[in-house]
C-alpha cells in the first residue's frame, strides 16, 4: 500500500492514494475555517470503516437481511503528545426486515475483536468497546410503499 500526503499551503494537506484517490485535510489556523478532517479524524473515520466493512461483509454473508449499517464512533485523547485516542467506542446502528439480532452481535464481534486491523492498532493505545442497536428497516426495504 502506498500513499502521498502534500502541504499545499497554510495547515492543508491533500493526501492521496495509490489508487487515485484524494482527500484535503488539515486544521484551522489563526481561527481560519478548516480545510478537511484533521488526521486523526480521519484516522478514528478510517477505523469505523474497516469495521463496518467487515460487518456488512459478515452479514451479507449469512444472508441476514441487512439494508442499512452505520458506525458512530466516539473517542477521547490523551491530554500530554503524542495526544493518542486513550477511548474509542464504536456504536453500531443496522436495519434490516427480520434482522437475528445473534448474527448482528456476532458479525460485530468478529469485526472488533478479530477482523480490523485499523482497532488492531488502536487498541495498543486505546479501551475500544461496542454496542449496537438494531433500527426499524426503511420502508421500502420492508416491502412498504
Same mark, same amino acid.
Given at each position: 500500500?502506498?500513499?502521498? @500526503?502534500?502541504? !499545499?499551503?497554510?495547515?492543508?494537506? !491533500?493526501?492521496?492514494?495509490? &489508487? #487515485? +484517490? *484524494? @482527500?484535503?485535510? #488539515? ?13 486523526? *479524524? ?6 469505523? #470503516?474497516? &469495521? ?7 452479514? *451479507?454473508k449469512s444472508r441476514a437481511g441487512m439494508v442499512e449499517c452505520r458506525v458512530e464512533l466516539d473517542a477521547d485523547r490523551a491530554e500530554e503528545e ?6 474509542? +467506542?464504536?456504536?453500531? @446502528? !443496522? %436495519? ?10 456476532? /458479525? ?9 486491523? /485499523?482497532?488492531?492498532?488502536? *487498541?495498543?493505545?486505546?479501551? @475500544?468497546? +461496542? ?5 426499524? %428497516? ?8
Amino acid at each position: 500500500m502506498k500513499a502521498e @500526503v502534500r502541504w !499545499v499551503g497554510d495547515r492543508t494537506f !491533500v493526501g492521496a492514494t495509490a &489508487s #487515485g +484517490h *484524494e @482527500v484535503t485535510l #488539515g486544521t484551522a489556523h489563526g481561527g481560519g475555517e478548516k480545510p478537511g478532517p484533521s488526521a486523526m *479524524e480521519l484516522v478514528l473515520i478510517g477505523a469505523g #470503516g474497516c &469495521s463496518a466493512w467487515d460487518v456488512v461483509n459478515i452479514l *451479507e454473508k449469512s444472508r441476514a437481511g441487512m439494508v442499512e449499517c452505520r458506525v458512530e464512533l466516539d473517542a477521547d485523547r490523551a491530554e500530554e503528545e503524542p495526544r493518542v485516542f486513550t477511548r474509542i +467506542h464504536l456504536h453500531f @446502528v !443496522v %436495519a434490516g426486515p427480520g434482522l437475528d439480532p445473534r448474527k448482528v452481535e456476532r /458479525a460485530i464481534a468478529l469485526s472488533v475483536e478479530k477482523y480490523c486491523s /485499523a482497532i488492531a492498532m488502536l *487498541e495498543k493505545t486505546a479501551t @475500544v468497546t +461496542h454496542d449496537y442497536e438494531i433500527a426499524a %428497516a426503511p420502508a421500502a426495504a420492508a416491502g412498504g410503499a
